[in-house]
């Protein structure tokens, strides 16, 4: 049997914030193994984000709309950032009313995980969210540049959308499994 040398954890020594915009970005002093370097952080914030089911009509309602990230236009379940002082499960509720114009009958957190751990701080709060009546034309916040449309699918088509996606592709595979 191999056996590894147990290796020490990296400590961060110091951090001191390199851009400050719509996004921030920090600069973190890191020492590992006797040596020390440099690392950048993207400061994202943490995110909601819900697989929503139109009870209804037994479908799911997803939304469509340009990402700055990908460069392209992505159909993705819903999603959105905390703001300072909210509470998740509120959060995720405005979310859905401002991006798809849904009250929520019901709310079930599934998973909390990191979309990209190596340099980025966004933690998401993924959640199930069973609607039955849009109230509202939804399309996002016109102050916040959001241009966001409404995309109703079918349990198949939503099982068969392919998106590079991750948090939609979760949800994807959760449903899979509430399946079986």
């Known amino acids: ?3 590894r040398q147990p290796q020490k954890q990296m400590q961060i ?3 001191q914030k390199v851009y400050d915009g719509y996004f921030k970005m920090y600069e973190l002093t890191v020492e590992q193994d006797g040596h020390t370097f440099k690392r950048e952080q993207f400061d994202r914030g943490t995110a909601v984000a819900a697989l929503v089911h139109d009870t209804e009509k037994d479908s799911f309602i997803l939304t469509k709309q340009f990402r700055i990230g990908s460069e ?3 159909i993705e379940i819903v999603a959105g950032m905390i ?3 909210e509470a998740p499960e509120v959060s995720i ?3 859905i009313e401002e991006e798809i114009g849904y009250h929520v009958d019901q709310l079930e957190h599934l998973y909390t995980f990191y979309s990209s751990p190596g340099g980025t701080t966004e ?3 993924l959640y199930f969210a069973e609607v039955s009546k849009q109230h509202a034309d939804g399309g996002g916040k016109a102050d ?3 241009k966001i449309e409404i995309v109703e699918l079918s349990v198949r088509e939503f099982l068969e959308l392919e998106t ?3 948090k939609t592709i979760i949800s994807q595979l959760w449903f899979k499994l509430k399946q079986k």
Request: proline letters at 4%; glycine letters at 8%.
């Open 13 to 15: 020594k110091g951090k």
């Open 123 to 125: 933690k998401v709060l």
């Open 72 to 74: 392209s236009e992505l």
């Open 83 to 85: 703001d300072d002082g």
């Open 93 to 95: 509720r405005r979310e």
């Open 1 to 3: 049997m191999l056996r």
């Open 144 to 146: 916040e540049h959001e």
């Open 164 to 166: 590079p996606d991750a």
